[in-house]
């Protein structure tokens, strides 16, 4: 019996109300999944929220779950709801900024984002996203 | 000025909703985005449809978007909702089945799912997640 080894203590299955905040940015939230290559983190943004222009070596594909986004990725600027998309290969700009009624994104990363190791918790507030189950 | 190279011919902004469906297993259908080390896919599940417990070596993360599913992931089964995630390193044997409302997950695979470039287009329906925008 060889089961591939486990990389963190989380099990298999979770639920994004059970995963506790880390402050990514200002006011911006992240419920973090790790596993070995990918780094899922469901993220709220606030009202008119603003994520900077930045870049890093991880590649990010992404999908918005709720509210209204502008992104900018590299020359690319599109306004995005529900069911809008995202893929920013290694190293290319992007900002985003989050509309009137704020933003839930899922964001995933690849390789994992080890630079987020030593964010610090957010204040626990339930997850924005899914609401009224 | 070296852009990074662009994988496929899709812009970086898209929308679920302009992504045509895959049939990745019997009535299962999936909404690709591919990028060079992510395959991410909106995947919807019928009522009560059933994928059947296999492995392979894509490391596999996903978020339900919408309906339920019981999950099983190597010895360890659960029932999820929207919001539930799971987390299926290499070569640990999956399976799913969806709930009486069936399901509509994200799910994100790396490396990226090459095993997918011969699939059949499935026939044409608009998502069934997100609703009523």
Chains 1, 2 share one sequence.
Request: with cysteine; net charge negative.
């Amino acid at each position: 019996m060889s089961e591939p080894r486990e990389p963190a203590p989380a099990p298999a299955l979770s639920d994004v109300g059970s995963i506790r905040p880390l402050q990514i940015w200002r006011d911006v939230t992240a419920r973090v999944l790790q596993s070995e290559l990918i780094t899922m983190a469901v993220v709220e943004i606030p009202a008119d929220g603003l994520v900077p222009a930045h870049q890093h070596e991880n590649e990010q594909v992404g999908l918005c779950l709720a509210g209204s986004l502008t992104f900018t990725v590299g020359q690319e600027t599109g306004e995005l709801g529900p069911g809008g998309m995202w893929r920013i290969l290694a190293g290319v700009r992007h900002e985003v900024r989050a509309g009137a009624g704020g933003a839930v994104v899922v964001e995933v990363f690849s390789p994992v984002r080890d630079d987020w190791a030593g964010l610090e918790h957010a204040p626990e507030t339930p997850p924005r996203w899914p609401g009224g189950s």
